[in-house]
């Protein structure tokens, strides 16, 4: 008989189930309502003039119901109902289906008593062709169709069986026999459409897993870099047309890495877990919060937020990485810079506009690290600055445009040069002399820094061989020289030189052991095995200098410049260096102090105990032509002052 909707199943009853059998259900009911309508008028004709008018009147109200519901079901046959919607709908069948259905067997049994054997018929023809009805519309509901054939088809098979006419007694039993068919038909179709509709709602779950994956970062639950760039490109769409204007904030966390080598990436991953929660925590309103890989985050703001109040969301960012991350019994301090970029300084590009944010990052970070900085017209000029330095590197003869100068370190105590320091000059046809300060960076953040280093090593080493056998040459590695196949390259490199290795020292700053400290470690220990030294560069400018001292095969530490400023006023420096030098005495590891530049500098290093020196106050850095004239100057120097020494 007519319902509402579907029944869920009592084995399976998941809301996509639910779901697709209202779904399915919707377009069947208007049909079955009409079907009845229609036998339901043709029984009453049939005993208009047999039985009393009441009794052929008494559907009417269930068939004003029916014109009611088709209306009803039409109309909302294309809606898509929640799970507790359709489960009300599936309920309601349940119960109102059987219901109408033995009133419509009451009718019909009460018009039986009435008529002719013909008329008579119709009813038996009327009820049989309403169950079968029922049960096909109700196929996708089996609980409602078994309502259905239990309050009427079995029923009036008994009563036919019972009747003691011989054929109505055959039809009761034909109808019992089709019965048991049909419903055997609805449990086998049923099964069938449960399985199908699991099935896809397996392949849907599936789907949505996988899009979730492409899209959603899986350590902090945030979007990820993929939906960072396509919401960057709709806003970017979107707000061209509208003139409205967003913006785009690059996050990096200052100190992360060390903090993941110290403890470990359980540590690391709980920090950026509680660093995700942060940063929406202070989210406001048009907010868009992403984790675009390793410890860099992306934020967009739109909503026509001003200047001022980007910048003080940057800080407010700040601030809260500010807070210690306290985590599986480890007190971790990191902080964060954050570089902005207005949608309109991107010319409509999504790459533009990052790379702008990405710039205003990188300054930051050079410059003003732990603050939020915006992309401003200087950074504009720098970054056009850095493209035509960058194309005119890419297309430059590194044989012929660049060469080597070499700065002294020296042992104060004796007087004597111990090691030559190989530093990089670009002389360029277009743009002139270009400091290693400009170059360097650009060569190191693109591939060009290996084809560089293998070139400069090949002219440094050749210089080196005519240098006395007790000199040695100091020569700077990137981190991009540290992958096994540069590695290689150095190793081949120095055998073909013809140099003896143990005259080489390697220097790599903590920065550049900080990418990878595992693949520093090998390669490092590389080049200890063929015989060369391993220094570490501006140590103390780092976040965990001491935990590299312990885990790279080093020989020699270089104490950054920055210590020696003021080293005769500032106490704090003067202790710090004292710890460093006495640190590398116990490990016995050789201490160099550069950026020495004045004679209370050098006698403040030398009553703490370091010997070994360099900087200006005994020389810049000068060519392999003016090398040999030096030496001869520097041991001229020293044997006078032995003379007077010993006079």
């Not at 600055?385 to 430059?396: D, F, G, I, K, T």
């Amino acid at each position: 008989m007519p319902a509402r909707g579907t029944v869920p199943d009592k084995r399976v009853s998941s809301p996509a189930l639910l779901r697709a059998q209202v779904a399915a259900f919707s377009k069947q009911v208007p049909v079955l309502y009409l079907l009845l309508s229609v036998n339901a008028l043709a029984l009453a004709y049939t005993f208009w003039d047999a039985a009393p008018l009441w009794l052929v009147a008494a559907p009417s109200p269930l068939l004003a119901l029916s014109a009611a519901r088709i209306v009803v079901w039409v109309r909302r046959r294309n809606a898509a109902p929640g799970s507790a919607e359709a489960e009300r709908l599936l309920r309601t069948t349940v119960l109102l289906g059987p219901a109408i259905g033995m009133a419509m067997l009451v009718w019909a049994l009460e018009l039986h008593q009435y008529g002719s054997t013909a008329q008579q018929t119709h009813v038996t023809v009327f009820v049989g062709l309403t169950v079968v009805s029922c049960i096909f519309c109700l196929m996708h509901v089996r609980t409602a169709a078994l309502g259905i054939t239990s309050s009427v088809a079995i029923p009036y098979s008994v009563t036919l069986i019972f009747s003691r006419d011989p054929v109505l007694m055959a039809i009761g039993a034909n109808m019992a026999l089709v019965s048991l068919v049909m419903i055997y038909i609805l449990f086998v179709y049923s099964s069938e459409f449960e399985q199908m509709i699991q099935a896809q709602a397996e392949t849907q779950r599936l789907s949505d897993d996988n899009h979730r994956l492409a899209n959603i970062d899986g350590l902090t639950g945030l979007p990820n870099r993929r939906q960072f760039f396509t919401r960057l490109s709709e806003l970017l769409s979107s707000a061209e047309g509208e003139q409205r204007r967003f913006w785009v904030g690059l996050l990096d966390l200052d100190g992360f890495k060390p903090v993941n080598d110290l403890y470990g990436h359980l540590v690391g991953d709980q920090v950026l877990v509680e660093t995700g929660a942060r940063l929406q925590e202070i989210a406001q309103h048009g907010a868009f919060i992403c984790r675009l890989g390793g410890d860099e985050f992306g934020v967009i703001l739109d909503g026509g937020h001003s200047h001022e109040e980007v910048e003080r969301f940057g800080q407010r960012v700040c601030e809260a990485l500010l807070a210690p991350f306290s985590t599986l019994d480890v007190l971790a301090k990191i902080s964060g810079t954050i570089g902005f970029a207005a949608s309109d300084q991107g010319e409509g590009q999504a790459k533009l506009l990052y790379e702008r944010a990405d710039y205003a990052l990188y300054h930051a970070k050079q410059n003003e690290r732990g603050r939020a900085i915006m992309f401003s017209r200087e950074h504009e000029t720098a970054i056009r600055r850095l493209s035509v330095l960058e194309q005119s590197l890419r297309n430059a003869d590194i044989e012929t445009e660049m060469s080597l100068v070499f700065q002294p370190m020296v042992d104060v105590a004796t007087g004597r040069i111990t090691t030559f320091e190989a530093l990089a000059r670009w002389d360029s046809p277009e743009l002139g002399p270009v400091s290693p300060a400009d170059f360097v960076p650009i060569a190191e953040r693109t591939d060009l820094i290996t084809r560089l280093t293998q070139t400069l090593l090949q002219k440094a080493l050749a210089e080196a061989r005519r240098w006395p056998a007790d000199i040695r040459i100091s020569f700077n590695l990137s981190a991009r020289d540290l992958s096994p196949e540069a590695i290689l390259k150095t190793i081949e490199k120095v055998r073909a030189s013809g140099l003896d290795a143990s005259r080489i020292v390697f220097e790599i700053t903590e920065t550049a052991a900080m990418r990878d400290i595992a693949l520093a470690e090998i390669s490092l220990g590389a080049l200890r095995a063929l015989g060369a030294r391993v220094a570490l560069d501006d140590f103390g400018a780092g976040y965990s200098s001491l935990s590299y001292v312990r885990r790279l095969p080093l020989d020699r530490i270089k104490v950054d410049r920055g210590f020696i400023v003021d080293i005769e006023h500032d106490g704090v420096a003067r202790d710090i260096l004292k710890t460093i030098i006495d640190l590398s005495r116990n490990l016995k590891i050789d201490c160099v102090v550069e950026g020495v530049e004045t004679e209370a500098q050098k006698r403040t290093i030398g009553l703490l105990g370091c010997t070994t020196m360099q900087g200006y106050l005994f020389s810049k850095p000068m060519t392999a032509g003016e090398i040999p004239d030096f030496l001869a100057g520097v041991e001229a120097d020293r044997r006078t002052r032995l003379t007077v020494a010993l006079a």
